[in-house]
């Protein structure tokens, strides 16, 4: 199953991928992960991305294809794989649709998680991430019971650079200009399907099951 979580920032695609590739032993892919780890290890594509990514804006096109391109061409990816922060251009889909077909593959599902925008900027404000395994808790919403600590592995939680107030705004308007006109794209070609991504995380995470599962007996 090849899986694409699309949604603005902080509508819950990691949080709810880190559950579904669980359920379908697919790979989590999320170009946003693999640009904050080459960042991190400051080689010539984390330094490049950088420029971009701290001050809330798209990485160019060419860059983040390449980077989707080679992932995808590894084994794990054999059997499905879920996308999350992949594509947010109409290039970026076209591309992937380009790769998929050289393989004979195709998209399953489009998962929209929807959001209204009011909301977005709290759940960013107050995202923490595990430092060690990299799992996604909210100060208020979701939040581990030992503050600072990871509920799954002890690790240290850290915010995001991209997270606050200033930064929000800026990628927020990023995704209404560029990542938006997905919906429609995806809508025409039959494979979007909403989700409401408001509700508590265990619900909207049976909402996609369900999808994806496709309905019951
Ligand atoms: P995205 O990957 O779309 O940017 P995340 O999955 O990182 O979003 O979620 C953003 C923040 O909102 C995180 O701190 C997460 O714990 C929290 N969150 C995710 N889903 C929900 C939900 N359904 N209700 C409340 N908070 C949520
Ligand atoms: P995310 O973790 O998905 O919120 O992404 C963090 C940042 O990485 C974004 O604000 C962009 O700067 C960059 N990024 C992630 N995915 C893409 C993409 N598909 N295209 C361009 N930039 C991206």
Redesign the pocket.
């Known amino acids: 199953m090849n899986i694409i979580?699309m949604?603005?920032?902080?509508?819950?695609?990691?949080?709810?991928?880190e559950r579904i590739v669980q359920q379908f032993n697919i790979p989590h892919i999320?170009t946003?992960d693999a640009f904050r780890a080459a960042m991190s290890q400051e080689t010539a594509l984390g330094l490049e991305a950088k420029k971009y990514v701290n001050q809330g804006l798209l990485v160019p096109d060419e860059i983040t294809i390449g980077i989707v391109n080679e992932r995808l061409k590894q084994n794990d990816c054999a059997e499905g794989f879920l996308l999350?922060?992949f594509p947010r251009t109409i290039s970026q889909a076209d591309a992937l649709a380009t790769i998929l077909a050289q393989d004979g593959k195709q998209i399953s599902f489009v998962i929209n998680?929807k959001?209204n925008r009011n909301l977005l900027l709290d759940?960013?404000t107050?995202?923490?991430?595990c430092k060690s395994c990299g799992a996604?808790?909210?100060?208020v919403?979701?939040p581990t019971t030992v503050p600072g600590v990871c509920d799954k592995c002890s690790g240290e939680l850290y915010q995001r650079a991209d997270d606050t107030v200033e930064k929000v705004g800026t990628r927020l308007d990023e995704y209404e200009k560029w990542t938006s006109p997905l919906l429609e794209y995806y809508s025409a070609k039959g494979t979007l399907k909403e989700v409401n991504?408001?509700?508590?995380?265990e619900?909207?995470t049976k909402q996609i099951d369900e999808i994806l599962r496709g309905p019951a007996e």
């Open positions: 979580f949604g603005p920032p902080g509508a819950g695609k990691g949080t709810q991928a999320s946003g999350d922060g998680l959001v759940r960013l107050g995202r923490r991430i996604t808790f909210h100060l919403f979701n991504g408001e509700l508590e995380i619900v909207v």
